[in-house]
């Protein structure tokens, strides 16, 4: 079965300064997705970035980009120069890219960052 | 132009009543999707539809009923709320994976369903 998992319940940074949002997976698919999403205290969900199994470079997104490990079952994300606005419950998630069940994701249990001034 | 919407935001209800919840795409997208995120903010597919057709069904209580009457809506019908069911339900949408490449799935706000 696949799995994520998130073990920062909570993350604080200084603005301005670079942060990992930690994320493992546990999947037995030869291929797959990982995603990234955020949650502001308003409630939507916003994609951040995405990183295939099969791509040999880790993904970047403007200030996002995905520390990707596959060896090691990990996608950690990375915020470069913190903004206040980055404070949010940040999520990782995984979804098999052949399974009959497409795009289904499969969510961690969240991680909450907090910018300080 | 809102991409993925949903309609009500806020839905206040009694126990053993029924209640829909609508949403819509204008994105062109193939698959949609309920997700349900509980009081400790877990996020769980509930159900995806592709073109109109049911593909996934995450062993859900048969009081859920999904209704697609076209590849942009997919609404959520719910019998007999239980106190359980109060939870935020999000409406998401994508492109199918081509070749080794998932889309991202775009969401639409989120519906807060409390049951009384």
């Known amino acids: 079965a696949q799995k994520i998992t998130q073990t920062q319940p909570g993350m604080f940074v200084q603005e301005k300064e670079a942060v990992t949002l930690d994320c493992t997976y546990d999947?037995?698919?030869?291929?797959?997705?990982l995603f990234w999403y955020k949650q502001p205290s308003s409630g939507e969900m916003i994609f951040l970035i995405y990183q295939g199994s099969y791509d040999q470079q880790n993904a970047t997104e403007g200030r996002y980009s995905l520390n990707f490990q596959k060896a090691r079952k990990s996608a950690n994300l990375v915020i470069s120069a913190s903004q206040l606005g980055d404070s949010a419950m940040y999520f990782c998630a995984m979804t098999p890219e052949f399974s009959s069940n497409t795009g289904k994701l499969i969510f961690g249990q969240g991680t909450t960052l907090q910018v300080k001034p | 132009d809102t991409a993925v919407s949903q309609t009500p935001k806020y839905l206040v209800t009694q126990m053993g009543n029924d209640k829909s919840i609508k949403c819509e795409q204008n994105l062109g997208h193939d698959t949609m999707y309920w997700y349900k995120q509980d009081s400790k903010k877990f996020l769980k597919i509930m159900f995806s539809y592709n073109n109109k057709e049911l593909i996934i069904n995450e062993t859900v209580p048969n009081r859920f009923s999904p209704k697609s009457p076209d590849k942009a809506h997919l609404n959520l019908h719910i019998n007999s709320l239980e106190l359980g069911d109060s939870a935020v339900y999000f409406c998401?949408?994508?492109?199918?994976?081509?070749?080794?490449?998932?889309?991202?799935?775009?969401f639409g706000p989120g519906t807060r369903l409390t049951v009384t």
């Open positions: 999947t037995s698919d030869p291929s797959y997705g």
């Open positions: 998401a949408s994508s492109t199918e994976p081509v070749g080794r490449r998932s889309y991202e799935q775009y």
